[in-house]
């Protein structure tokens, strides 16, 4: 089982960047695999990253792919979803999440932060 908190949302320009960072506690991280989701005003949560904890190739949405990338540093035990060359659109509070290797829900969840995105 582990915890999650993310910190590191805030206000950016359209065009900007923004890291965000999710801190990870427990005790068998190399099982799971991390992601991020984010949900805006009156929209349904959608997937935004994945990676699996011990490695491996990294999966994205569409509308992030180019200029999102999720990394984790395993002395910190922190995952990072890197933001650049931001649009109004991605504003929303993001959340970090993990799941087992080899399931596909999703069990444990961050409270979110929130990311902001002006025009």
């Known amino acids: 089982q582990v915890s999650l908190v993310e910190s590191g949302g805030g206000l950016v320009q359209a065009g900007g960047s923004l890291r965000i960072s999710c801190a990870v506690s427990?005790?068998?991280?190399?099982?799971?695999?991390m992601g991020w989701f984010r949900q805006a005003p009156g929209k349904e949560r959608e997937f935004v990253a994945t990676?699996?904890?011990?490695?491996?190739?990294?999966s994205y949405a569409d509308s992030v792919k180019g200029r999102f990338t999720i990394s984790r540093d395993n002395v910190k035990n922190t995952v990072y979803l890197e933001m650049n060359s931001l649009k109004p659109e991605d504003t929303a509070v993001y959340y970090c999440?993990?799941?087992?290797?080899?399931?596909?829900?999703?069990?444990?969840w961050g409270q979110g932060t929130q990311v902001t995105v002006s025009s």
């Open positions: 990676l699996r904890w011990s490695g491996g190739s990294a």
């Open positions: 999440a993990a799941r087992r290797v080899g399931t596909v829900n999703y069990d444990t």
């Open positions: 427990g005790r068998t991280f190399s099982s799971y695999s």
